[in-house]
């Protein structure tokens, strides 16, 4: 098996190379967003809001504070904490403090996905450049080749052509594969911060209100 990747490989030509670097850096990326993404950011977002709502009913506001240092890599409670933290100062100082917190964490958190569909595009026209300088060197080598080379030149631009063709696919594949999964990941950690920092927003707001009414 080694041997036929080895020889695979060999056989692509100098646009292989290239192809490769783009799958060190897809595999790279694949691996340093998916431990983030799914491991550092990500948390059960309803339950963890749940939570916290039980906890703000509650007017227990230093045990959801607490509640979100128990995860304090994770980027949801992040900014409920932000918000939380102003839960005595006004709607508009929370509203502040949730937006500010959001405009922190996002970025980080959607960082470098986009990258690996990039590379994957990347990595399928390199390939495809190798299937055409394979090809133009094949006629080259019909037309001015001699007649006892012409077919170990032919078939060996030839696997010039499919073999970086391949290559770039098998490297684009995975990594659009990877950008689709991981883009859904992204997709539910940024909904689920805006939609809990709006629900909490609303509820110390509510909280507030009642306390003046007393």
Known sequence: MMGFIADFY????????????????GLGLI???????????NINGKAFMAQIQKLVMANN???????????????LPKVIK??????NKGRES??????????EILPKVQKRTNNL????????MLGLLGTIFGLINAFRALDSAAAEDKAK????????????????????????TAHAFLGFLT?????EIEEYSTKLEHMLAHRLKSQSQR
Do not use: W
């Open 10 to 25: 060999i056989k692509g030509g100098e646009f292989m190379h290239p192809i490769a670097l783009c799958s060190v850096v």
């Open 94 to 103: 929370i509203s502040n403090a949730l937006e500010e917190a959001s405009l």
């Open 31 to 41: 691996i340093e967003r998916f431990i983030f993404l799914f491991f550092k950011y």
């Open 153 to 176: 030149m032919l078939a060996q631009y030839i696997s010039i052509a499919l073999n970086t063709t391949a290559f770039g696919l098998i490297v684009a594949i995975p990594c659009l």
């Open 117 to 124: 569909s990039a590379i994957a595009n990347v990595a399928t």
């Open 61 to 75: 506001i230093d045990r959801a504070i607490k509640l979100c240092n128990a995860a304090p890599a994770a980027a």
């Open 187 to 191: 997709k539910k950690i940024v909904d």
């Open 82 to 87: 932000a918000g939380l933290a102003r839960a």
